[in-house]
């Protein structure tokens, strides 16, 4: 077969070598003939004529040999192809209108493929990541867990868990240090096995200058695990995997060793320090490796064991933490189904010996179970948190491109009719079906082409449109948008596929024509009515699919704007935010109060700044711990009682001040003040105020109820996980005062720590708004599409109609000569209109309906059972306004042709053809 | 000649494959070679030949090279392939068959 090809595209291009190579074989043959025929004695002219008998005409053997050849298909596409770029040029109007639409739908799907195929199709830049397994178990509805679970991504900020649906059971990638050691022991059949632990942002101070940069924790087996060898220096091995000083080593990423050190030779050895552990580089990363957590990107990898030194954070040594996460490369030739039973067997008896809910335990339905996972995505955050997201945008442009398909069907469709004649002529003339059905081919697939390279520059300009909407503006974009060839590869397969399907609408027309009854027709007959009618039931189709787009939009853009029309609880306008990390061995628990007090006085100093405080998170809790002035800051009122203030410290009575929801939780009241409780840490509080409910980051939440202490006193009891938010009230939300404090706050900062480094700097706002990223893309896009789908299917509808009165002017002429009122043909042609889009209407709002509750069940994030945000999946208000829309459209659409059909003068009609 | 067959539709294939398969032959030896092994009782149209040759090689059951002749003269060579020799076989079993077939109608007659 691919010989078969080869051999033809010679014959092609070769054209003269082959010719060339013909003719002298042919003379050959004939020399030597006509010798044999001297030899026996036959006088020169009965020789020839004998050989020309014999032979045939030289001509015509060449003609067959070129058959032959198979060269005849090829020659025979290339004239169709002329043929089509000559049909295409001579209704330029008809060809921009083709072309800009499919893409448009082309161009969508390209942007979106490239933000699919990067964020959740490209694997880990490992050179071979298929052996590489990530170890997982999975804990069933209801059943057995571990401990001291829970793997949040510092950078990414999601917590490791798949679909974290209501009866569905989850899964986990983190085990505890005894299950890590037995694994490391005992399998046979990784090797190696390796762990690793993302530490996240810390503190790293070269050359007196401070910054805050990823760190990304390996042990001793890792860069052998993954295949990776840096560029210059040496990997992380055994022999630093250790608490000894062989073990304060770091391996620095290229994008880091470019941007601080130039790629200066001399930055091994150099003493980087880390959350105030001093590090020596030892080795850089190669360029291609970004580590195995797609989206996110690490500085500084070291060692696991340099963990407890650099976050205060113990992984390695209590047995009752399940927190490392542990990757394997399967030995050559293990099979993933022995691996899998080899490794279950060491968990399941590890888990055994935890001894914890024994009961649980007995039951095999609520055991955990042990699950070998594909690592080729690595820890893979991305997937989790857009693939639904990103599938129900791709879907949103697949309608487009169908829109856009069946628009270009219609368009073909009444162009071929027109083309009836010369159809039959062609046929008459003795062309082959199938050379007509090429012909049309040819032209739908051009126009495609057309289309696909247009689509394919303008999916690649928008292609950051959807990152730049999805982006937290303060933290590095997690999306890579670099172009594909596996883009390039479905573009070209998304442009063949929709050349094919809208030329089979034409294809199929071409059929039924009838030689004989075409030609009598003279090429303008009565039977166009009957023909159109796959351009009806497009048009149909058409109407039906934008219904189910726009009411899609709606419903995304109503769910948008009811989440920012939720109530916050305080006011997000002029209030500042950054965060620092001070490290826990520069300022331990006593002294992190004086340090966040001292800071507070300073930022209040700033000219334009009305008020700063701070507060501080406590690690997996609902409890938060503030500076004086918080909620005055922040804008929240206080409703009953009073703040915490600059009295509230070691000396004064413990105080928390308590939000409405807590009060009716657990006291059934609002107004707590003065009521006592005991949080899970068995200290008792007083309550001396009440806060009004407020929501800041999650805003589909309920509230939950929440209390808020002093951090001056709470700060020798609560585990502090390091990070403390800042914020400050400035005096006047514009612009300018905002700039000029955000200038400020980097200087004052180092003025008291010049190794602390500021992070995160936004507005209120911002942060409010990164909330309702997903929201806000998918609101903006479905309304950008619905929009396209709108415009698309008023151009079907007018399509059809304006055509149709063109091949009926004879007939509407009659009409008119026999006394039709010009309303009435007015009426004729407009009620057909809306009958059609009646129909879209009835196919569209019964298949919303149907679809609605899939698509919300499909796009809820979290563990709510829906995406929709303050209205129901039947909500009939987007509905409406997309039936209205659609018959205003179908209404306008219709207008025009209607017009004109009333305008027709009979004598020029009739006289016409 | 005037008690010369003319060749059923797809025999000259068959007989092509058979002439080369024991030697590399050029497109004049190759009539040559039919009409002496079949008894010059067969007349094969020489022009029918080379498009015959040409669709061969296109299949890939034959393959072409250019070569000297004992005479010194450029000449193309037809040679067998491995895919030929497979088809020659199972062209020649089918032509077998079909001959049989065909003899014992006539026969029953």
Redesign the interface.
């Known amino acids: 077969m691919r ?2 090809f080869l ?2 595209l010679r014959a092609l291009f070769r054209r003269r070598a082959v010719e060339t ?2 003719d ?3 003379r ?2 004939l020399e ?2 006509a010798e044999k025929y001297r030899q026996a004695g036959l006088p020169p002219d009965e020789a020839a004529r004998r050989l020309r008998l ?4 030289p001509d ?2 060449r003609e ?2 070129r ?4 060269i005849r298909l090829l020659q025979d596409g290339a004239q169709d192809l002329r043929y089509a770029v000559r049909m295409l040029r001579r209704s330029p109007g008809f060809t921009a209108v083709a072309v800009l639409s499919l893409a448009v739908g082309i161009g969508a799907n390209t942007a979106i493929f490239t933000l699919i195929e990067s964020t959740l199709l490209r694997p880990i830049s490992v050179k071979h990541p298929e052996p590489l397994r990530l170890l997982m178990w999975r804990e069933q509805d209801g059943g057995w867990t571990a401990p001291n679970l829970g793997y949040v991504s510092p950078t990414l900020g999601t917590i490791y868990e798949q679909r974290m649906k209501p009866g569905q059971a989850i899964m986990h990638a983190e085990f505890s240090p005894p299950l890590y050691q037995t694994f490391r022991r005992d399998n046979t059949v990784f090797d190696p096995l390796f762990a690793f632990k993302e530490l996240g942002r810390v503190t790293a101070v070269m050359d007196g200058n401070a910054e805050l940069v990823n760190c990304f924790l390996v042990s001793a087996d890792f860069y052998r695990g993954v295949e990776v060898s840096p560029v210059m220096g040496r990997a992380i091995g055994p022999e630093n995997d250790v608490r000894t000083p062989e073990g304060r080593v770091a391996v620095i990423s290229y994008e880091f060793w470019t941007r601080r050190f130039a790629r200066s030779p001399s930055v091994i050895g150099k003493t980087i320090t880390v959350n105030d552990v001093p590090l020596t580089i030892i080795g850089v990363n190669p360029e291609y490796f970004t580590g195995i957590e797609p989206g996110a990107n690490f500085e500084i990898w070291a060692p696991l064991n340099l963990g407890l030194a650099v976050s205060g954070r113990s992984y390695l040594d209590e047995a009752r933490v399940w927190q490392i996460p542990v990757m394997g490369r399967l030995k050559p030739g293990v099979s993933n189904a022995r691996a899998q039973s080899e490794m279950d067997a060491l968990f399941q008896a590890q888990v055994d010996a935890t001894g914890t809910l024994v009961a649980m335990l007995k039951d095999p339905a609520k055991r955990p179970r042990f699950i070998l996972q594909s690592a080729a995505r690595g820890m893979d955050y991305l997937t989790d948190r857009y693939d639904r997201p990103f599938l129900a945008l791709l879907s949103l442009a697949v309608l487009v491109l169908l829109i856009a398909c069946a628009n270009v069907a219609n368009l073909l469709l009444a162009k071929s009719a027109a083309r009836q004649r010369e159809i039959s002529l062609r046929l008459a003339l003795g062309a082959g079906r199938w050379r007509i059905v090429r012909q049309l081919l040819t032209e739908g697939l051009l126009l495609a082409s057309m289309a696909g390279v247009a689509g394919v520059i303008f999916g690649y300009w928008t292609r950051n449109g959807i990152p730049a909407l999805l982006a937290t503006p303060w933290k590095p974009s997690p999306f890579d948008t670099a172009f594909d060839p596996r883009v390039l590869l479905a573009a070209v397969a998304t442009t063949f596929v929709t050349g094919v399907l809208f030329s089979l609408a034409p294809v199929w027309q071409s059929r039924r024509v009838e030689v004989n009854e075409a030609l009598k027709e003279g090429g303008r007959g009565t039977v166009s009515l009957s023909k159109l009618r796959i351009g009806r039931l497009l048009v149909v189709l058409q109407v039906a699919l934008s219904i189910l787009l726009l009411a899609g939009a709606g419903l995304c853009v109503k769910t948008f704007t009811n989440l920012r029309n939720t109530p916050l609880g305080f006011r997000p306008e002029g209030v500042l935010l950054f965060t620092l990390d001070p490290p826990l061995l520069r300022y331990p628990a006593e002294q992190i109060g004086a340090l966040l007090t001292q800071l507070q006085q300073r930022l209040d100093a700033i000219p334009g700044v009305q008020s700063a405080t701070f507060s501080v998170t406590r690690a997996g809790t609902r409890a938060t711990d503030i500076g004086s002035r918080f909620f005055e800051t922040m804008g929240i009122p206080i409703l009953y009682g009073r703040s915490i203030d600059e009295h509230d410290t070691l000396n004064g009575p413990p105080a928390v001040v308590v939000n409405q929801e807590f009060g009716r939780q657990f006291f059934q009241q609002e107004n707590t003040v003065g009521k006592t409780f005991k949080d899970s840490g068995n200290v008792l509080h007083q309550i001396v105020g009440v806060c009004a409910d407020w929501r800041f980051e999650r805003l589909r939440d309920p509230i939950y109820p929440t209390f808020y202490s002093a951090l001056l006193q709470s700060m020798l009891q609560a585990p502090r996980n390091g990070r403390v938010n800042f914020e400050l009230k400035i005096a006047a939300a514009e612009a300018s005062v905002e700039a000029s404090v955000v200038k400020q706050i980097r200087p004052v900062v180092r003025s008291l720590d010049s190794d602390l480094a500021v992070a995160d700097v936004r507005t209120g706002v911002q942060q409010i708004e990164d909330g309702l990223s997903q929201e806000r893309v998918l609101a903006a896009l479905a309304a950008v599409f619905g929009g396209l789908a709108l415009i698309l299917a008023t151009i079907g509808v007018y399509g059809v109609m304006a055509y149709a009165v063109a091949r009926r002017t004879n007939e509407i002429g009659i009409r008119v000569a026999l006394g039709a009122q010009p309303g009435g043909v007015a009426w004729m042609v407009l009620r057909e209109t809306l009958l059609l889009a009646a129909l879209g209407i009835g196919i569209g709002v019964p298949a919303v309906l149907g679809l609605s509750p899939i698509a919300d069940h499909f796009l809820a994030p979290g563990w709510t059972g829906s995406f929709l945000y303050g209205m129901k999946p039947n909500d009939p208000f987007p509905i409406a306004v997309a039936v209205l829309m659609l018959a205003a459209a179908g209404f306008i659409a219709g207008y025009f042709p209607a017009r004109r059909a009333a305008r027709v003068d009979p004598m020029t009609a009739l006289r016409h053809d | 000649m005037h008690d010369r067959l003319d060749l059923p539709q797809g025999t000259l294939d068959l007989l092509i494959l058979k002439t080369v398969a024991l030697e590399p032959l ?3 030896a190759i ?1 040559e070679r039919l009409q002496q092994i079949s008894r010059e009782a067969v007349q094969v ?4 030949l ?3 040759l ?2 061969l ?4 059951w034959i393959k072409a090279h ?1 070569a000297v002749t004992s005479n010194n ?4 060579y037809y040679e067998l392939t491995r895919s030929g020799r497979k088809q020659l076989e199972a062209e020649t079993s089918a032509w077998r068959k079909l001959a049989t077939a065909v003899g014992h109608v006539l026969n029953l007659g």
């Open positions: 010989s078969d051999y033809r190579e013909l002298d074989e042919l050959f043959h030597h003939q014999d032979f045939g005409g015509q053997i067959e040999c058959d032959a050849l198979g | 050029h497109g004049w009539s149209q020489q022009g029918s080379y498009p015959a040409h669709r090689e296109r299949h890939g250019w003269r450029r000449a193309k």
